[in-house]
């Protein structure tokens, strides 16, 4: 079982009203959250915040790299971080996404969406 308030989840997803919906979802299972609008604020967010241990994230989003390229390179700069990855335009293979990460299709339930979150969270803390 994972313990919530020991988390942080970085959610990164362009849309203001998309991730405003997804922060609240997960803050009402008691999970602490921060959140960015594209892949170089996540980065920078990461580089200041020790904090976060889980990357959710979209794929399409403005600036110098999409979702997928983000999450490779969370995984080669904290390998720790547990990584979910989603979209509602693309079905990423396996071998794109990080090594023990995640996709969600959009639009995501409540329950698809935790259940990779914690699956993330659980895998990441063996």
Known sequence: MTHPNKHCILIVEDEPLLRLDTVDMIEDEGFNTVEAS????????????????????????????????????????????AIVVVSGHHRPSSNSLPVDGRFVPKPYVKSAIMGALR???AKASD
């Open 38 to 81: 594209n892949a170089d604020s996540a980065l920078q967010m990461l580089e200041k915040n020790s904090d976060v241990t889980v990357l959710c994230t979209d794929i399409d989003m403005p600036g110098s790299m999409d979702g997928l390229a983000l999450a490779q390179i969370v995984r080669k700069r904290w390998p720790n971080i």
């Open 119 to 121: 699956a993330t969270m």
